[in-house]
């Protein structure tokens, strides 16, 4: 047992015990604890097992910069992998397990891996698993170096995204955040002040050194109080600004460490000012990860803001003034200090607890015993505290794309005052202690007078005063594989130098090929001494070895945060046609099409669908269907010059079109690719109804304004989407005319005055109608539009009036199995990304047209031109009991080439077999040749025909 | 995410718009009376300049107007043209 709670001190309410599991073994905490300070107070040592060796870990840090307690938590909905235990609100009846560890944290089996480490060097598996290949191995190797496992069920918190516009976002309320923050709340700026933590403070809460000469506390509580009473401030906790975007845009994630609800804010504001503090460096030694081990900032914070001291005898390490300090505050809070080692006195130095020298190497066999230091003489101890050294944290700042510079005398990479898109205050900008408070509200002054609400004083910025130490490097002598940089990820000094020997300079090279600072800690504590480690093998100097860039987020964030409401249904909210009700109580079997939901068959009880879709597809051709088309696309085209406009759309001549007629039109992309094709009707002089697929209305809709609004913007023309402003009803079938006429048209639609492909604006039960004949089964057909609103009524009235008529509903499977009998194409069946209309038999009609129109001169390519083009044809298979399956290669037995393939197919109920459209390599002059189709092994002779396999003289649909 | 200035509705988020490429790109025409060259250059040749571009954005979840803009493709400091 090393850790325990103190008798006195800390941020916590000692009248509240928490009980709570960590690694099989029980803790007790207190109300303020986090899961890291409980487990420490409770004995627990071992907090984590390393990522590729399975070497014990104990804890390293106390909050974000944690790369060693890395847990799973909860179960069932509530489980949640790979949380920092620093991170983890202590609370009644957690259960935290180690992720990576078996059968627990304490006795990993895996740990024998640590006798064959001198193996597992940097490139160890990449070199080692190639053979036959490295994705033969790779779901072992990923499990043995695994984190926590994907949670199985559905994430049930909720989450929502937020947006905010601020003048100032202050991230950080540490001293530098909260000094700038009020100068900024007095001078009346609309102000947000954030802070990952659950408390605000920053190193207020545990360091006990006075500020500007008054208590942390106090100052803390007064200081405090004036931002929050301002009018204009927000101030934030539990919210972590995760990544710094364009245009001063800043995604703060907001999760409250024990909630269920989380919020995702993007805030834009005009000046952001980063008070985001800065990370203690470790020391580089033998064994350095050893339990027991911990950076002399998570010692004090343990000690200061929990009351539990890290051990019963704690050295520390580093040099200088600094670390002297620290001591003298752990004295102060009743940690037994016992030996203070200070790389300023000569090895060998000792008097009293303070010896000279460094840390040579640290022993103990699962936990930290003792010491050899550099000089002769060992320490014992079961803790220690590495002062190595601040590095100010500017991850966010480097999210901005700004560079930061190595500065030879603070031993740090910073960032440039001044020519930032952020201010950086305080530790961040390497000003520390009472100068980051003074920095703080030199920066307030700075953006209050930037943003006009007062004049800045005439003071200079206060001078760089981080406590930098020289960083010191592992001693001479030590065992390179032994000294461990990158904690979170296993990556040892050795690494770094077998990279640098691989011929591996660059520092994102090395970064990429160790996976150094490459865990989710983002090389907190590890980029610095990668680089001083690397400048020192390679003989040059840190600048020139650079740093690896930062990027977003700075912590983990949830899945769940990202999507925020955007999943389930609320994903893509799902239309509903008028006649939804109506057609669920008839036994509709409804699926999802381009976000409509529509009848795919209509099942009777006791059939099966594929029953049903031929039961349909035959009936309609006897009695008359009822067929729901309301997502068909439709938009109104009007204007003088819409006539003119949409002959530059349509691949065919449009302009010639009478009103009161409709035609069939093809659309291009300047390609000359295919891209939807429809009914084009001219309802009069300057109105047209562009019919388009379902699935790509919206589409068609956003082109056509396109073209308009860049290409041809002297036209006078307008277009409105009403495709869900009309319900669509195709009544099909030698019926079809007899029904419509008893549902009250206002109007003659007989075939001598409404022949095929004509329409008629009229009236239904007093209800504005408009009625196209046309028809995609062959059938003769009215498609029957209804303002939407007003259609209701309609689906049943149909079905009533065709009682004694074989009326009857079908669905979109029966009209497939129906068109593809009359060979029409279907875009996106018979089309892809390089079907040009001469494919699909519309080669004479984009000829025939003589004006320009998009896409027209793509078709003159030499490769759209090309002879051995796949071209649509029929398909009947020559044995009439064969079936023609969906996908089947048209394979050349020669070459055993493919040639095409069958874009559709269906049996037909009508003809008694099946009938199939293909894509064919020349295949229009190739009626009449048989083909073998290769599906799946089997092989199947078919003979190639015209499309149209039923009524070509289309007699049906001219009733 | 960008701000970016409707000429008509002000400052908006980046997710309202849709990127529409390189703003001015003549049409040639008519089409019996064009090159392969020309025509390929037409569909295919675009600047890609480092440094400030002329680009073509539509507030496709806005009032739906077209309109250009110069994005500096490295800093992306954006100059809203005026209503055309």
């Known amino acids: 047992m090393s850790g325990y709670r103190l008798p006195k001190g800390g941020l916590i309410d000692r009248q509240t015990v928490i009980n709570a599991v960590f690694d099989g073994q029980p803790i007790t905490g207190h109300s303020g604890d986090t899961l890291a300070s409980a487990a420490l107070a409770s004995g627990v040592e071992v907090f984590g097992r390393s990522f590729k060796l399975h070497r014990p870990r104990g804890l390293i840090g106390h909050g974000l910069d944690e790369a060693n307690a890395i847990v799973d938590v909860g179960a069932g909905d509530a489980f949640e992998p790979n949380l920092k235990a620093t991170m983890v609100e202590m609370t009644d009846g957690l259960n935290a397990r180690i992720p990576n560890a078996w059968p627990s944290g304490q006795r990993d089996m895996a740990a024998a891996l640590a006798w064959f480490d001198r193996f597992l060097a940097a490139g160890f598996y990449y070199k080692t698993f190639k053979w036959p290949n490295w994705h033969l191995f790779e779901p072992m190797i990923r499990k043995m170096a695994g984190m926590g496992a994907a949670p199985e069920s559905i994430d049930p918190d909720t989450y929502l995204h937020g947006h905010c516009e601020v003048d100032v976002l202050v991230i950080g309320a540490g001293t530098a955040g909260l000094t700038c923050s009020k100068v900024l709340a007095e001078a009346g700026a609309n102000l947000l002040l954030v802070d990952q933590d659950n408390c605000l403070g920053g190193q207020t809460l545990w360091n006990s050194d006075p500020i500007e000469a008054e208590q942390p506390e106090a100052w803390r509580t007064a200081t405090l109080d004036t931002i929050r009473s301002a009018r204009r401030t927000q101030v934030l906790e539990n919210a972590c600004a995760v990544g710094i975007y364009d245009h001063g845009s800043v995604v703060i994630d ?8 989380h919020r995702l804010i993007t805030v834009r504001a005009q000046s952001i000012v980063l008070a985001t503090g800065a990370i203690e460096r470790p020391l580089l030694f033998e064994n350095n990860d050893l339990p027991g081990i911990m950076l002399g900032s998570a010692g004090e914070a343990y000690a200061g803001r929990y009351g539990v001291a890290s051990g019963q005898h704690v050295a520390l390490a580093g040099r200088g003034e600094a670390l002297h300090r620290r001591a003298a505050r752990l004295d102060q809070m009743g940690v037994n200090i016992t030996a203070i080692i200070d790389a300023n006195k000569p090895d060998g130095h000792t008097d009293g607890r303070v010896f000279g020298g460094r840390v040579h190497r640290a022993r103990g066999d699962a936990r930290l015993t003792s010491l050899k230091l550099t000089g002769a003489g060992d320490v014992d101890c079961d803790s220690l505290l590495m002062t190595g050294g601040m590095t100010p944290n500017i991850h966010l700042w480097c999210h901005t794309g700004a560079k930061p510079n190595y500065d030879p005398d603070l031993h740090s990479f910073i960032a440039d005052d001044g020519s930032t898109p952020a201010w950086l205050a305080g530790d961040a900008a390497a000003r520390s202690g009472d100068a980051a408070a003074e920095d703080g509200r030199w920066v307030g002054y700075a953006v209050a007078a930037a943003l006009s609400l007062r004049p800045m004083p005439d003071a200079p910025r206060p001078p760089k005063t981080l406590t930098a130490l020289p960083i010191m490097g592992s001693p001479d002598d030590v065992r390179p594989n032994r000294v461990w940089v990158d904690f979170h990820n296993d990556v040892r000094v050795s690494d770094l130098e077998s990279a640098a020997d691989e011929g591996f300079v660059s520092v994102e090279h090395v970064k990429r090929y160790t996976t150094l600072g490459m865990a989710t800690d983002q090389g907190r504590t590890s980029n610095v001494n990668a680089v001083h480690t690397l400048s020192d093998y390679l003989g040059v100097t840190s600048k020139e070895i650079g740093t690896t860039r930062f990027r977003p987020p700075f912590k983990p964030v949830r899945l769940g945060a990202m999507a925020g409401q955007e999943r389930a249904e609320l994903l893509s909210p799902l239309r509903r046609t008028a006649w939804h009700q109506a057609q669920l109580a008839q036994g509709a079997h409804f699926e999802d099409y381009a976000n409509w939901s529509r009848a795919s068959a209509f099942q009777k009880p006791g059939e099966t669908v594929e029953a049903a879709i031929q039961r349909e597809a035959f009936q309609v051709r006897k009695g008359v269907g009822l067929f729901d088309a309301s ?66 209305a919206n589409r068609v809709y956003h082109w056509l304004e396109e073209w308009h609004q860049r290409e041809w913007p002297e036209l006078n023309v307008g277009m409105t989407n009403v495709t869900e402003q009309w319900a669509t009803m195709a009544i099909n079938g030698p019926n079809a005319r007899t029904l419509l006429e008893r549902l009250g048209v206002d109007g003659d639609i007989s075939n001598e005055a409404l ?22 089964s062959g059938e003769l057909c009215f498609e029957v539009s209804l303002p939407a609103k007003a259609a209701k009524s309609l689906w049943q009235d149909a079905m009533d009036a065709g009682a004694d008529l ?9 009209l497939m199995v129906m068109r593809i009998e009359k060979g029409f194409l279907h875009i996106g069946s018979e089309t892809d990304g390089e079907t040009v209309p001469a494919d699909i038999g519309f080669g004479r009609m984009v000829e025939k047209k003589k004006d320009d129109c998009v896409g027209r001169r793509s078709t003159l390519r030499p490769d759209a031109l090309r002879e051995d083009r796949r071209q649509m044809v029929g398909l009947r298979a020559l044995n009439t009991a ?18 095409g393939w069958v874009s559709s197919s269906a049996a037909s109920p009508t003809l008694n077999r099946w009938v199939g459209l293909a894509m064919l390599e020349n295949g229009r002059s190739r009626n009449g040749e048989s083909v073998w189709l290769y599906n799946h092994g089997d092989r199947i002779k078919a003979e190639i025909c015209s499309p149209c396999a039923l009524d070509p003289e289309g007699k049906r649909l001219a009733m | 995410m960008m701000k970016i200035t409707c000429p008509y509705c002000g400052p908006r988020p980046e997710t309202e718009f849709r990127w529409g490429g390189q703003a001015v790109t003549p049409r040639p025409g008519p089409h019996d009376q064009v090159s392969d060259e020309d025509w390929s250059a037409y569909l295919f040749h675009r600047d ?4 400030e571009m002329h680009e073509a954005w539509c507030h496709e979840a806005g009032c739906g107007a077209w309109f250009t803009l110069r994005r500096d493709t490295l800093t992306h400091a954006i100059e809203t043209d005026p209503k055309a």
């Open chain 2, 48 to 51: 890609n300049p480092k440094g």
């Open chain 1, 806 to 814: 074989e009326v009857l509903p079908f669905g979109i499977e029966a």
């Open chain 1, 755 to 776: 022949p095929h492909m004509n329409l008629l604006e009229t009236q239904i039960t007093g209800q504005p109608a408009r009625i196209f004949r046309v028809s995609f």
């Open chain 1, 882 to 899: 064969d079936r023609l399956p969906l996908g089947a290669h048209i394979v050349n037995e020669a070459s055993q080439r493919s040639q």
């Open chain 1, 631 to 696: 997502p068909l696309g439709k938009i109104e085209v009007w204007g003088p010059d819409a006539a003119d406009f949409l002959n530059r759309i349509y691949a065919n001549t449009i302009k010639t079109l009478k009103p009161g007629k409709c035609r069939y039109g093809l659309m291009m992309s300047e390609h000359g690719v295919v891209f939807d094709d429809g009914i084009c009707s001219r309802l009069s002089d300057d109105l047209f109804l562009v019919g388009t697929t379902s699935g790509n």
């Open chain 1, 254 to 261: 907001v999760a409250p460490r024990s909630a269920t609800a």
